[in-house]
């Protein structure tokens, strides 16, 4: 029961202290856009949550429905531990990702050491699909990545995204309140 109570004290002491810097903010009329929004409170609430990959998933929003994001990067984000494209299809498939939809299947010729070249599957995802995958990943054995930090990133973002639309509300309502008292 303690353990409980200390997690909400904590939860309940960061909220409001997240209210007080936003107060602040509205007091002195500060306008920031989302971004800096979200760095802020990360900075000052979060600082010990990793978010170095974020400003390659704020590229992504930039392409949202095109296929832009190579199957490697799969790897390199935790998601699966092999480059092997049939198990590439087969984590795309248990993802229930649909092919020309989510992704796209690439045949690329690459040169071989005894000449000649072969043909290498390549799959490419689009931002979402690579969202979905991230979302949905398990910590295994060998990764190099916990993507358990995405799942985590994607929470505080949506939590940074509420505060934000709340400041925003606050910000104008303000305004408006203060160019009300100036007419009269």
């Given at each position: ?22 107060q602040n903010l509205i007091q002195n009329e ?95 995802i689009t931002p979402e699909a690579f969202k ?53």
């Amino acid at each position: 029961m303690i353990f409980i109570f200390n997690i909400y004290v904590c939860t309940k002491t960061a909220m409001s202290t997240q209210q007080e810097y936003i107060q602040n903010l509205i007091q002195n009329e500060t306008k920031l856009n989302l971004e800096e929004f979200f760095k802020n409170i990360h900075q000052k609430f979060y600082s010990n949550q990793d978010i170095s990959f974020m400003t390659y998933f704020l590229e992504l929003t930039t392409q949202e429905g095109e296929f832009v994001v190579h199957h490697e990067k799969l790897i390199e984000y935790g998601v699966m531990t092999t480059k092997n494209s049939a198990r590439v299809k087969d984590k795309l498939n248990a993802l229930e990702l649909v092919e020309n939809e989510d992704y796209r299947l690439e045949d690329v010729l690459q040169p071989v050491p005894q000449g000649g070249y072969s043909t290498k599957k390549v799959y490419i995802i689009t931002p979402e699909a690579f969202k979905k995958c991230l979302m949905r990943a398990q910590r295994r054995p060998r990764q190099k990545v916990d993507p358990v930090i995405y799942c985590d990133y994607y929470l505080l973002l949506e939590k940074t995204y509420k505060l934000y639309t709340d400041y925003e509300k606050q910000l104008e309502q303000n305004r408006a309140e203060r160019s009300k008292t100036r007419v009269f």
